[in-house]
């Protein structure tokens, strides 16, 4: 989000999260090397008490946050209350309809990247993909791909699925899925009780393919936030549309 504030003609103090301080600090010194003033990016690390700090202080006038629905509430609740412009970016399902016509190795391609990368950990993951009649037939090739990616540590070469970024994270992933296996849907691709040579405690999950998923199951309502996409079918694009 920084870049919009600075060529906007506003400075920045960039909260990054506990869990992955060190990208906000690399992002840091690439602005550094480009030539952006001292001050003009600044960032904080810490918990709740950063937080409050950004939330109370009066020299920030605005405040823009992507996260978790309770750590948005209460942002956008505390620094409204300080008088400051708040945009709150939360917990969210992102969906992709494929329709009969799409080229199915172009879709597999798409969604192995869009749901896996980065093991789902960002905003913008694919987490359910809605078949459109023929289309479901992209399902067992789906499967295929997802299930050769690599495991690894993220700095490693040929790292395709990195770990997810706690173990709290490790736990709430596998109990989704194990919610939605219990409610009935089907796991295709079950990527709990992954193992990594060498990283033996690692906060691993693997690609997890899961259909039949009905949007009355705790799974269909959460964010995953891992490496987890939900499969649906409907018989035309209308049903897709009020799956949505």
Not at 78 to 90: D, F, H, I
Not at 170 to 186: F, W
Request: proline content about 7%; overall charge positive.
């Amino acid at each position: 989000m920084f870049p919009m504030a600075v060529v906007t003609g506003n400075t920045f103090v960039l909260k990054p999260s506990e869990r992955v301080p060190l990208t906000a600090m690399y992002l840091a010194e690439l602005t550094r090397r480009a030539g952006l003033p001292d001050g003009v990016l600044n960032i904080i690390h810490g918990t709740h008490d950063a937080v409050n700090f950004i939330c109370d202080s009066p020299h920030i006038k605005a405040i823009s946050f992507v996260g978790s629905d309770a750590a948005g509430s209460h942002v956008h609740h505390r620094g409204s209350a300080n008088g400051k412009r708040v945009q709150a970016n939360l917990g969210a399902q992102n969906h992709a309809v494929v329709l009969e016509d799409a080229d199915p190795q172009a879709v597999v391609s798409a969604l192995t990247a869009a749901a896996f990368g980065a093991a789902g950990q960002r905003c913008m993951a694919i987490s359910r993909v809605v078949l459109v009649g023929r289309a479901a037939a992209c399902l067992p090739e789906l499967v295929r791909k997802a299930s050769a990616l690599k495991l690894g540590a993220g700095l490693e070469p040929g790292s395709e699925v990195p770990p997810l970024n706690s173990k709290q994270a490790k736990e709430r992933v596998e109990r989704l899925i194990a919610s939605g296996v219990r409610d009935g849907a089907v796991c295709d691709l079950d990527g709990r009780n992954a193992v990594v040579e060498g990283y033996p405690n690692g906060n691993w999950v693997g690609p997890t393919i899961i259909s039949n998923v009905k949007p009355e199951m705790e799974l269909y309502k959460e964010e995953v936030f891992g490496p987890v996409l939900q499969a649906t079918r409907a018989s035309f694009p209308v049903p897709a549309r009020v799956q949505r």
